[in-house]
């Protein structure tokens, strides 16, 4: 068996705080042939240098596998936005939309109840503490968000839910000589 990963990410595109990535994966099926996914991102952390923020992000897969003793094919194709705002200094406050259309082909009509397909919608709030020394790259400092997500059906979704996050990291500088310098993270998340 194998996976393949290939990602590319960056932090600071054309030099403007763009945080922009891409990740394609690859791996053996349960059945036959290959599963794969998509994803792509982009964020704008400061909207015209403002308290606004932004992220887009899109989503495809697909896999095969066994359900009940039968092959299926599940398809999904997703797209998130999110649009933030800085409420004091290193607190900040977003809100978000997502939709996920997942396609299972064939479905059996009394295995249905029991098969995850359909159109899941997302509203999420989240509420971050940024308190780093280096948005980029940290090496000091605490950062902690807290998120909240609930199901809903504004254009068909069929599933509700609530669903909350909470995740901390804190970076600790270690110093080995004037030569060695990196850091430490802790990281929390329930």
Same mark, same amino acid.
Do not use: C
């Given at each position: 068996?194998?996976?393949?990963?290939v990602?590319? &990410?960056?932090?600071?595109?054309?030099g403007?705080? @763009?945080?922009t990535g891409i990740?394609?994966? #690859?791996?053996p099926?349960e #059945?036959?042939g290959i $599963?794969? $996914?998509l994803n792509l991102?982009f964020?704008?952390?400061s %909207? !015209? $240098?403002g308290? @606004?923020?932004?992220?887009?992000s899109?989503?495809?897969?697909?896999?095969l596998d066994?359900e009940y003793?039968?092959?299926?094919?599940?398809t999904s194709?997703s %797209?998130?936005?999110?649009? +933030?705002?800085e409420l004091?200094? $290193?607190l900040?406050l977003?809100a +978000?939309?997502s939709?996920?259309?997942i396609?299972?082909s064939?479905i059996?009509k009394i295995?249905?109840?029991?098969t /995850?397909a359909?159109?899941?919608e997302?509203f999420?709030?989240?509420?971050?503490?940024d /308190?780093?020394?280096?948005?980029l790259m940290?090496t &000091?400092? #605490?950062y902690?968000?807290?998120?909240n997500?609930i199901g %809903?059906?504004?254009?068909? +979704?069929?599933?509700?839910?609530g669903k909350?996050?909470? &995740?901390?990291? @804190?970076?600790?500088?270690?110093?080995?000589?004037?030569?060695?310098?990196? !850091?430490f993270?802790l990281f929390?998340?329930d």
């Amino acid at each position: 068996n194998f996976v393949g990963q290939v990602s590319y &990410s960056e932090a600071n595109l054309l030099g403007k705080g @763009w945080s922009t990535g891409i990740e394609f994966q #690859v791996r053996p099926s349960e #059945v036959r042939g290959i $599963d794969h $996914d998509l994803n792509l991102h982009f964020t704008e952390p400061s %909207i !015209n $240098d403002g308290v @606004w923020s932004g992220q887009v992000s899109l989503g495809l897969s697909q896999s095969l596998d066994f359900e009940y003793d039968a092959e299926v094919r599940t398809t999904s194709t997703s %797209i998130a936005f999110s649009v +933030g705002r800085e409420l004091i200094e $290193d607190l900040r406050l977003s809100a +978000g939309y997502s939709i996920e259309n997942i396609v299972k082909s064939p479905i059996y009509k009394i295995y249905k109840p029991f098969t /995850k397909a359909g159109m899941v919608e997302k509203f999420t709030q989240t509420l971050t503490y940024d /308190k780093t020394d280096n948005y980029l790259m940290p090496t &000091s400092g #605490v950062y902690a968000s807290l998120a909240n997500a609930i199901g %809903i059906n504004l254009v068909g +979704g069929e599933y509700y839910f609530g669903k909350t996050t909470l &995740s901390s990291s @804190w970076y600790v500088p270690l110093v080995f000589g004037e030569n060695f310098k990196t !850091n430490f993270r802790l990281f929390y998340r329930d």
